[in-house]
């Protein structure tokens, strides 16, 4: 395909996740959280977003701090953020979907087997590390901030910007902090990085690796640092782990490009000599 073909077809994968992330954003601002506003139609509901932040307050604040909005447009900023995450989060299933239907027909037959571990370890740790964030890191650094309030003198009253923007950008950050092992083994696989780029540099890539989960938990001090870090130390353990078994000199096996007649997916006619079918431009090798 010419170039701008390709990027005809990006901008139009890219138009519908832009759709998908406005409807689910929408739906969370105006979707109401039951149905009982159907008995009082021209009374205030509550929207499906203020159930989930009500749920996210009851399990992560401690019952004994109260939030306050301390600026009149703060209710109204925060519904509106919550909404885009929540949306967002929606919306990433159908972004990876479309970023993988725009590569396919452009991989190898082993880069293509590859995708599919890539896709579920990275949505497992992501999974993971945001559960991580959520349920361990936040309250772990409320809790450690708290103790402050008290050795100075202050009322334990939070603004909800800060509350819930420490909650967002905890979870998500943990999440994707939780992934980067999965792409460095990828790199090891298709032989673009060497365990013994970690192996050979421990002492530097951890003090580099707190620094990291230093600055994802600004608030917390040292010992949420911590609470981050072992478990990236682990994590980047397997890696090193599984990346040496990609290391190994194994046999070459699949089928010479100038060996196949036919395509393997559509059953069209090869040119000699070509890997890409002319037809449904998929790879042969």
Known sequence: MP????????????????????VSTVLFMV????????????????PLVALVLREIRAQVLPPNVRLIGYELTAPLELYLIASFVFGFAVTIPVL???IY??????LYARERRAVYPFVLSFTALFIIGATFGYRILTPFTIWAL???????GAEQVVSIIDFYNMVFVSTVLSGLIFTWPVFFVLLARFGLAQSSMIRNRRKYVYAAMYIVTAVVTPDGGPLADVALFLPMVVLTEVAIYVARRYERPKPQTG???????RCRF?????????????SCGKSQI
């Open 101 to 106: 239907r725009f590569v396919d027909p452009a």
């Open 266 to 278: 559509c059953g069209a006619e090869l040119a000699e000599g070509r890997a890409f079918c002319a």
């Open 96 to 98: 990876a979907y479309e």
């Open 146 to 152: 708290f103790p402050f309030f008290t050795a100075v």
């Open 31 to 46: 979707l109401p959280s039951n149905l009982g506003f159907l008995s009082k139609p021209f009374e205030f509901y509550d």
């Open 3 to 22: 170039f701008w073909d390709h990027v005809t077809e990006l901008a139009g994968r890219l138009k519908s996740v832009m759709y998908v992330l406005i």
């Open 255 to 261: 089928v010479s490009a100038r060996s196949v007649n």
